[in-house]
């Protein structure tokens, strides 16, 4: 009687905190593929990837479908020289919606680089979503959607 | 045995059956929503909008989180006045990844309307994201992420 009191008391709380810890290990596997990201590599997102893998970005015609595709569109990448130096982000009010064996991560990104002679200046807003997915075990991104906040539509559009 | 046999010869196409009919379900309530958009009438995606929605577009400074923001922001837009007439759209290679409670659907998106002595013309052309999840039986959109394909970057920002 009391062993289970006791149970019902704990079930609430741990149910708040695997749903933390979920967020907080979330949110450390985005920014690490970030942290790799800033020094030209690429393969801290590839390695979190999942196979069934769905891609959208600004720069795209249509969505990229697949690991083998994402292999193929950041092989460029890997050492790119950029313009900046000491590049650095801030990843603004993340939040983590948790269902099941998904998780989607969503957050605001600014990223600022250093330019010589200029200082430090904001290279892009991003609006992003990260869906993980649970891959025997292991949380992996299963979708990505990278925009720029208040893009402005391309030009040659009407309205 | 034979029961269990005709049971496993079953099983496997069984199971891709009810994943094509989530997304045929799917893709049906997204038609649907967007049909009524295209009346303007926001009403069909705020009746699939989860409470704990999260949502992205290119007009936001930041996430819109909950419902109750989406009921805010979409209020202006019931009966808005098109510069054109016949709104339609194409829904482009739909992808549903289905994952438990959660399905994943993603697809581009063409608008186009008529303009008066101008004939049919493309408004805009999208990256979308609709994230739904099973809420009481019921599939709800709980994040949504629409972006400009291939959209600039916005004024004012370096690189």
């Known amino acids: 009687m009391i062993r289970t009191l006791i149970l019902l008391l704990l079930a609430a709380p741990l ?20 942290d790799r990201w800033n020094q030209a590599d690429p393969q801290g997102y590839l390695d979190l990837y999942a196979p069934d893998m769905t891609y959208f ?15 193929r569109y950041y092989a460029p990448l890997f050492g790119a020289k950029y313009p900046f130096t000491q590049p650095r982000y801030e990843m603004l009010n993340p939040s983590v919606q948790h269902h099941g064996e998904v ?30 997915r649970l891959v025997e075990g292991r949380w992996m991104i299963c979708h990505s959607h990278w925009s720029y906040i208040k893009s402005e539509v391309p030009e040659g559009m009407s309205l």
Chains 1, 2 share one sequence.
Request: glycine fraction near 6%.
């Open 103 to 132: 998780a989607i991560l969503t957050f605001n990104l600014i990223n600022y680089g250093t330019f010589e002679g200029q200082g430090e200046a904001v290279i892009a807003r991003w609006n992003s979503t990260e869906v993980y």
């Open 15 to 34: 149910a708040a905190l695997a749903q933390e810890d979920v967020a907080a290990q979330i949110i450390a596997l985005e920014r690490a593929a970030l």
């Open 57 to 71: 970005d600004p720069s795209l015609d249509a969505r990229l479908d697949g690991i083998e595709a994402m292999q």
